[in-house]
């Protein structure tokens, strides 16, 4: 390990917690089918067991990353994963369910440091000519962590016959993970402690959220993400029931199709710098849309289609969504970059309430039904958004 230079141990590290991370809070969402029989509760109560991280992720980002810049980040991202991953090792204990949902959410809260900080730590510690690089393996690592942490959870709670017993699996990995992570991360060598103020911090966020185009580009990500995540949570259950009748080993495969956005991220860039960033997002809930033509026909193969489309979709809006909001502030990035995770996972979080009702009356079409008229709602905030680019950029415009 001493071989190892500065930057490949701070990258390494970063990683690595993602992965940790990302694990923790996705590998339940295969085996939603599994915990409504092990709790014998509804599918809606089921969908709360990645609800309740997802908002937890959302509220702790807002937490850490605020008081990462007069704490530390290095410290403040050890003692948050520890913390959560005593969470995670808890939770196969839990018999009942409200209790089980109350840790699931502070899991979330927990683990939120990675992605709080991750981007910051990276960036005070490397120089700018090696950050996109390690920032495109942090942002790889994430997908590696959802992505693997399903599979694993799907082989793992038939071969063991419980989730609570892949849930010790997932953790104990996680564990063993983190203490590379805890022996290896280097000390910050750039940081420097800002006193932290609540009240400005506050107002900066209420700035955020008086100007009507970050809002909207807030409302888009939360709606379109929680279109994405809950279409799989119940895709899960659609699967399991006649006439597919999938374990959950096969089940879980479906989730490789994520890496249709892997693949649109890197696409993202190229396309907006042609054609600019709300033309890269209509673009994605376009794709999106398509995607749900797929995925109503029934049939698995066009099914699976639909669900590469979907990930490549969410993605490539998500990346270009993400730089715009970057792009359309000039103070406080850190606090409107904190406020689009807020929505992105709230997002997620409330979107099982919305498509619920449909499913309960019209099954898997019920719940294309509902992510469309949601992606629909998007195209009409962007198409609001674009009134008021274009109304703003007459006025800023010198008369002659």
Request: net charge positive; glycine share 10%.
């Given at each position: ?309 979907m990930a490549f979709g969410f993605f490539f809006c998500h990346a270009q969504a ?31 309430f919305f498509i619920a009702p449909f499913y309960n009356s019209w099954g898997w ?36």
């Open positions: 390990m001493n071989k190892l230079t500065h930057y490949n141990r701070l990258v390494l590290s970063i990683c690595l917690c993602s992965i940790v991370t990302f694990s923790n809070i996705y590998w339940l969402q295969p085996l939603l089918p599994t915990v409504q029989r092990a709790f014998d509760i509804s599918l809606l109560s089921a969908n709360l067991t990645m609800s309740a991280p997802l908002l937890g992720m959302g509220l702790g980002l807002l937490v850490f990353a605020s008081i990462s810049d007069s704490i530390g980040r290095r410290s403040i991202l050890l003692v948050g994963m520890i913390a959560g991953l005593a969470v995670s090792l808890l939770l196969p204990l839990v018999e009942n369910y409200t209790l089980f949902l109350t840790l699931r959410f502070l899991q979330g809260a927990l683990l939120s440091v990675c992605p709080a900080v991750a981007v910051p730590l990276l960036g005070e510690e490397l120089r700018k000519s090696w950050l996109p690089a390690a920032v495109g393996f942090y942002i790889a690592s994430n997908t590696v962590g959802g992505i693997s942490s399903r599979l694993i959870s799907g082989a793992f709670v038939d071969l063991l016959g419980s989730w609570q017993a892949t849930g010790y699996v997932i953790s104990i990995v996680s564990t063993l993970l983190f203490v590379l992570v805890y022996f290896i991360v280097p000390k910050q060598r750039h940081f420097k402690i800002e006193k932290f103020k609540l009240k400005p911090s506050l107002k900066m966020f209420g700035t955020h959220l008086k100007s009507p185009r970050l809002l909207i580009i807030y409302m888009i990500i939360g709606l379109a993400f929680g279109c994405f995540v809950n279409l799989f949570s119940y895709l899960m259950s659609v699967l399991e029931g006649a006439p597919y009748d999938l374990p959950s080993n096969v089940r879980s495969l479906i989730f490789v199709t994520f890496l249709g956005g892997t693949t649109s991220a890197s696409l993202a860039g190229k396309f907006s710098k042609k054609h600019g960033q709300i033309a890269g997002i209509a673009t994605g809930i376009f794709i999106m849309l398509g995607a749900n033509f797929f995925l109503s026909e029934g049939e698995l193969s066009l099914m699976i289609i639909g669900m590469i489309m993400s730089t715009l909001v970057g792009k359309s502030v000039k103070k406080g990035k850190g606090s409107a970059q904190a406020l689009y995770s807020l929505f992105y996972y709230t997002g997620a979080s409330l979107g099982v079409q019920g719940v294309i039904a509902s992510t469309s008229i949601a992606l629909i709602i998007c195209l009409g905030l962007l198409a609001i958004y674009q009134v008021m680019y274009t109304e703003q950029r007459k006025v800023s415009s010198p008369s002659y």
